[in-house]
């Protein structure tokens, strides 16, 4: 869930432009000056894990074809502020941030469209502007409003009525009477602002005002909206942003990577701003070594020789491939000391086959001998190389990537290249430096041997010099346990769960595609009869023209783009709610669309030739929280919340003769929590073996545990779930459909019947803020700056994530020390089964039929009696021919 608390800021350009060339005197290029200021301010303090900037489009817009006089009053801007527009751009490039600029939408609609896309992502997205017009997409704490400088605060939606004299559901009717002088829209004659929020307060919208108008006493104001009647729907359409721009939009387009400082550097030189200039990090260190390499028997045996007398040394293994089970051995650095590195070639492309015999004969000994600790970075994919190579790898002590996580979870950025510029300003060789880029780059064994060795050495090297920082960082901050006990005996575990891979049926995955298609097209002549004619049903324009002027349904949201309407999915879900069946064809049309493009047609292509299985990668070092995270593809990811998608793990099946089995914690976070806050409902529920949400229903609600209806346990589930990760009256009202105030009511009665888990949380939160840290339950650190900001959405935020890391991240370490131990037993009990998967509580392992019912007592014996808490962990285990019916 980390995702959740992450952030996407949406930066007005023109607001702070235009600020900072009227505040600032006496420079030159002063508003580039200002903006870059604002700038370097926001990513500073804020650390932003996505962002962006939007500019106006020069071009006139929409508005200006439905209204000519839109913006007519506008002056040219001063002369000496045009030439630094492009210079603001050369800034936002240089700090890496995209630029978003459509011809045709001024910045407001972008950024409009931009939060609207965001929304659905589980971000925060933090719009950077001075603009009130901007106020109307403020929504719960998931929109806000943030203007550095003038307000301490993010603006949420309970902050706008306080701060503006109307909620944001209401600034587009408040702008429709009021009017916006500085782009010429009118308004109605005889209002102004006082009067257009006072009339709002009363009747609450622009439709209520005019339901009233017979009670509206002062004349001016009834005059004046019964003379303005037909220009509402033009004068509303000038005031909303509007929010379907046509942008490519996906969510890491808009990931931070980091300031370019060279190019900053280069910049800010050239515009002569001194003070930027030197906030940039200092010149970096390049290579000044001359490694040696090892081509000949005698410089091999000599260097085994020395590795056989070191208590440790660091390896490297260059490879042709980035996928484990593609790449071959290219060749293998080794360090034994800063700047004591050097490199062997074993299959580079003029080398004999006897030589790569001979290298092999000379150095698998040395890592298969368990008396040497051996280190590197990133080494579970060195590791799973050598091993499907045909080596052992035994005695692996560290992994700078893993230390360098563990110190500093909330980083995204753990890469070798990374930490040598951070840890030690230096600049490493980069491999398209040695191997080229694009279309034209070559293999490594192709590359020339003398930058091969300087390059493949000075990784070594490197990763030497950041184990003697990481190591006494790692003892210092106390984390060494978590690493010793959890993380490396993780890495073998996980490597041979990727070799293994999973067996895909992929004659299931075509017959389901093509009964898709089947439904599919039956679907879109439905859609076309329910619409009288045939259309683009991925067109949104001519979608909102069916839905809501040839059919005639009632929009909920029209978007300021001329005869444009809102058709995203919660639209239709809405509409479908009511009756409409045109709209519910629509969701299942585009729910059955991405199942068949996402999963049933893509994983087929991604059955390795080698295997006939899928390899997906674990990651270990992505969520803060401590969970892992699966890549190329996603397992973690396969939809089971509609039936469509539970069909798609029909098609994970076992090997001939094996069978799948799957177990599960049993709310194991409730759990955690439980021991954690010892509330006896919680701590006795659990021990009697009870439905924890029939209980808590029965609490929460005052009603005997064996009449609770579906609805009121729903209702539980949400609450028990939700407030473990600091879900508010606003989120808990969307999630049930029922109001703000219900949803306090049924929080504040949780908190009433159940108060050892306030006082939990209000302990974990102090404790956080004295040390601007949590740890979990084992130890695992993770630093929640956040909790002490004076920007109260924020330090909210390190609230929520204090708590939610402590529960979440014990349970990612419950559920890794169970993979460790389950593996340890399969080995020791000399057991085929193999480990195929872990999604967050469940682990998905394959066996032979024979082993079925002792892989299932082992399983749960390593699962359930991991840790000792105070109240049992229980895990739930099935197997089947399939993981759907394993489930």
Not at 321 to 327: G, H, V
Not at 507 to 514: G, T, Y
Not at 554 to 561: A, H, I, R
Request: proline share 4%.
């Amino acid at each position: 869930m980390d995702s959740l608390y992450k952030r996407f800021f949406i930066i007005d350009a023109f607001a702070y432009i235009f600020r900072s060339y009227y505040a600032i005197k006496h420079i030159d290029h002063n508003a580039v000056y200002g903006f870059t200021n604002t700038l370097k301010k926001i990513i500073d303090n804020e650390k932003p894990e996505y962002i962006a900037v939007s500019f106006d489009s020069i071009e006139p817009t929409f508005r200006n074809e439905i209204y000519k006089e839109y913006k007519a009053n506008r002056q040219e801007p001063p002369e000496d502020l045009r030439p630094q527009i492009p210079l603001v751009k050369e800034v936002v490039s240089a700090f890496n941030i995209p630029l978003i600029e459509v011809s045709g939408y001024e910045s407001d609609d972008i950024i409009g469209t931009l939060a609207h896309h965001a929304q659905k992502e589980n971000v925060q997205v933090v719009i950077i502007t001075g603009d009130k017009d901007m106020l109307q997409l403020v929504k719960g704490n998931d929109v806000v409003v943030f203007d550095p400088g003038r307000t301490a605060q993010y603006l949420e939606e309970k902050d706008i009525p306080q701060h503006f004299g109307c909620r944001p559901d209401q600034i587009i009717d408040l702008l429709t009477i009021w009017g916006d002088s500085s782009d010429n829209i009118p308004g109605i004659p005889g209002i102004g602002e006082k009067g257009a929020k006072k009339l709002l307060a009363e009747y609450d919208s622009l439709d209520g005002i005019y339901e009233n108008l017979d009670k509206i006493t002062r004349k001016s104001y009834r005059e004046g909206l019964e003379n303005s009647r037909e220009k509402i729907p033009l004068l509303r359409e000038l005031v909303t942003i509007c929010r379907d721009v046509p942008i490519e939009y996906s969510l890491d387009r808009f990931k931070f990577k980091g300031i370019d400082n060279a190019r900053c550097q280069e910049l800010f030189a050239k515009l002569n701003f001194k003070r930027l200039l030197n906030e940039i990090p200092i010149e970096l260190e390049e290579c000044k070594q001359d490694y040696p390499i090892i081509d000949d028997e005698n410089k091999l045996r000599a260097l085994c020789e020395k590795l056989e007398q070191q208590k440790l040394f660091v390896f490297d293994v260059e490879t042709d491939s980035l996928e484990p089970l593609d790449a071959n051995i290219v060749g293998m650095s080794f360090c034994t000391a800063k700047n004591d590195a050097c490199y062997v070639p074993i299959a580079h492309i003029h080398q004999q086959k006897s030589w790569q015999e001979l290298a092999t004969k000379y150095l698998q000994p040395i890592f298969a001998n368990k008396s040497i600790k051996k280190g590197a970075h990133n080494i579970k994919y060195d590791y799973s190389v050598l091993i499907n190579n045909g080596w052992q790898c035994e005695n692996i002590y560290f992994d700078t990537m893993i230390l360098s996580y563990l110190l500093e979870p909330n980083e995204n950025r753990h890469g070798l290249d990374h930490l040598a510029e951070k840890m030690l300003k230096y600049q490493t060789i980069s491999y398209e430096s040695i191997c080229g880029k694009g279309k034209k780059q070559i293999s490594f064994a192709e590359a020339d041997l003398e930058k091969a060795k300087q390059y493949a050495s000075e990784d070594a090297d490197i990763c030497w010099q950041l184990y003697e920082i990481l190591r006494d960082q790692v003892q210092e901050k106390n984390v060494q346990e978590v690493c010793e006990k959890i993380e490396l005996p993780l890495l073998n575990v996980l490597s041979e769960m990727e070799q293994c891979g999973i067996r895909v049926d992929c004659d299931l995955l075509k017959n389901m595609s093509q009964k898709m298609q089947k439904q599919i097209e039956t679907l879109e002549k439905e859609i076309y009869d329910l619409a009288g004619q045939e259309f683009n049903i991925k067109s949104t324009q001519q979608l909102g023209y069916i839905l809501f002027e040839k059919l005639q349904i009632p929009p909920l949201k029209k978007t300021s783009k001329t005869k444009s309407y809102s058709t995203g999915h919660d639209v239709l879900e809405k509409l479908a709610n009511q009756g409409h069946a045109l709209p519910a064809k629509l969701l299942n049309y585009r729910e059955l669309t991405k199942l068949k493009s996402t999963y049933v047609d893509a994983l087929p292509k991604l059955v390795h030739p080698k295997t006939s299985r899928v390899h997906t990668s674990f990651n270990q070092v992505v969520a803060a929280t401590g969970r892992l995270s699966s890549t190329n593809p996603n397992l973690q990811n396969i939809p089971i919340r509609t039936e469509m998608g539970k069909e798609i793990r029909a098609a994970f099946i076992p090997a001939e003769n094996q069978i799948l089995i799957s177990a599960d914690y049993s709310q194991i976070e409730l759990r955690i929590m439980a021991h954690y806050c010892e509330d006896e409902t919680l701590v006795s529920a659990f021990k009697n073996g009870e439905d924890i949400h029939l209980r808590t229903a029965s609490e929460v609600f005052d009603i005997p545990i064996e009449t609770v209806p579906a609805e009121l346990r729903r209702a539980a589930k949400s609450i028990n779930f939700g407030l473990l990760y600091g879900m508010g009256d606003f989120r808990l009202a969307q999630e049930l459909n029922i109001s703000r105030k219900e949803a306090r009511n049924y929080i504040a009665s949780y908190f009433e019947k159940m108060p050892r888990i306030q006082t939990f949380c209000d302990e974990i939160i102090e404790k956080a803020k004295e040390a601007g840290h949590v740890r979990t339950y084992f130890g695992r650190l993770r630093q929640i700056p956040e909790i002490n900001s004076r920007n109260k959405t924020r330090q909210k935020q390190g609230e929520r994530l204090a708590v939610n890391t402590i529960i979440q991240g014990t349970a990612a370490d419950i559920i890794k020390l169970a993979m460790i131990k389950l593996q340890q037993n399969i080995h020791t009990n000399n057991l085929k089964a193999n480990l195929l998967l872990q999604v967050h509580d469940e682990l998905v392992l394959e066996c032979p039929k024979q082993e079925q019912e002792n892989i299932i007592s082992i399983l749960k014996e390593s699962m359930e009696n991991i840790v000792s808490l105070k109240v049992p962990l229980t895990v739930e285990a099935h197997s089947a021919n399939n993981w759907k019916d394993a489930k």
